[in-house]
């Protein structure tokens, strides 16, 4: 029994952590990753500037 109840709180936050990881922590990588580049809506090619945007 106790197992169970024990699989049953991972049962619960998995979806929760999926949801996260999608809405937040995905894009923030991104974000971090463009922040790196010179990337504009009118061009297809990313060129690595580094800390020249900052």
Known sequence: MKR???LYSYY???PALI???IFFVVPALAA???SFTD???DRLELK???WGNF
């Open 12 to 14: 619960m936050i998995f």
């Open 19 to 21: 949801i996260y990881s």
């Open 4 to 6: 169970t109840r024990n």
């Open 32 to 34: 971090f990753y463009y």
């Open 48 to 50: 690595f500037n580094g």
């Open 39 to 41: 990337w504009r809506l």
